[in-house]
């Protein structure tokens, strides 16, 4: 079992930045691909990034490309999305997750542990 816990969220406006920041503990999670999705209320939840397990492999949605990054740090189990640029539409909860095959996909079925998720609210 792998337990994540998401920190950062908050309130900021429109143009503004927010780090979030995902810490995994229980089984080592060094070979899982990492993700973010995010769920606003009404909608289905939706790929944001994932990172692979070296580090060098990332995805991105297309709303979101050019202006989040996510990364991580396998020594502290830990991983990041850093969020510039953000808009409304960005507001939601966002989960973190675990992938323990070590896909590099938005496929949000082949993630098999999550957090319980950070709200974002983006204010115009």
């Known amino acids: 079992q792998v337990q994540l816990v998401e920190s950062g969220g908050g309130l900021v406006q429109a143009g503004g930045s927010l780090r979030l920041s995902c810490a995994a503990s229980?089984?080592?999670?060094?070979?899982?691909?990492m993700g973010w999705f995010r769920q606003a209320p009404g909608k289905e939840r939706e790929f944001v990034a994932a990172?692979?397990?070296?580090?060098?492999?990332?995805w991105y949605a297309d709303a979101v490309k050019g202006r989040f990054t996510i990364s991580r740090d396998n020594a502290r189990n830990e991983i990041y999305l850093q969020m510039n640029s953000l808009k409304p539409e960005d507001s939601a909860l966002y989960y973190c997750?675990?992938?323990?095959?070590?896909?590099?996909?938005?496929?949000?079925?082949?993630?098999?542990?999550w957090g319980q998720g950070t709200q974002v609210t983006v204010s115009s």
């Open positions: 229980g089984r080592t999670f060094t070979r899982y691909t």
């Open positions: 997750a675990a992938d323990r095959l070590g896909r590099v996909s938005g496929n949000r079925n082949y993630y098999d542990y």
């Open positions: 990172v692979g397990w070296t580090g060098s492999s990332t």
